[in-house]
């Protein structure tokens, strides 16, 4: 079993910055596990965001957040963040933590077994 919890969510204006938060619990949680944000809008399917998987930092962004996200993680405290700056309103979803019994996975939401319940981010122009 595997738990994972989100924060950092909330309101934020056209051009500013949220950091969400992710920890993982449970005995059969590992930091091999590759971590990763998903996110969906209202009336949108769950789109990849961001991934890092635990070997060589591998990581890999949606084209949409390139140069603006910045995921990084804590294997020590089995956390991942998830940095969003020049925020813009199509930035708004439901944020969602993943995690996968993977070394490394690609940006498929089917590949990911553990999900976080989710965080609001709402850009605001």
């Known amino acids: 079993q595997v738990r994972l919890v989100e924060s950092g969510g909330g309101l934020v204006q056209v051009g500013g910055s949220l950091r969400l938060s992710c920890t993982a619990s449970?005995?059969?949680?590992?930091?091999?596990?590759?971590m990763g944000w998903f996110r969906q809008a209202p009336g949108k399917e769950r789109e990849f965001v961001a991934a890092?998987?635990?070997?060589?930092?591998?990581?890999s962004y949606a084209d949409s957040v390139k140069g603006r996200f910045t995921i990084s993680r804590d294997n020590a405290k089995n956390t991942v963040f998830l940095q969003m700056n020049a925020m813009k309103p199509e930035d708004t979803a439901v944020y969602y933590c993943?995690?996968?019994?993977?070394?490394?996975?690609?940006?498929?939401?089917?590949?990911?077994?553990?999900w976080g319940q989710g965080t609001q981010v709402t850009v605001s122009s």
């Open positions: 993943a995690a996968a019994a993977k070394l490394s996975v690609g940006p498929s939401s089917d590949e990911y077994e553990y």
């Open positions: 449970g005995r059969t949680f590992r930091s091999t596990y590759t």
């Open positions: 890092a998987s635990w070997i060589g930092g591998r990581i």
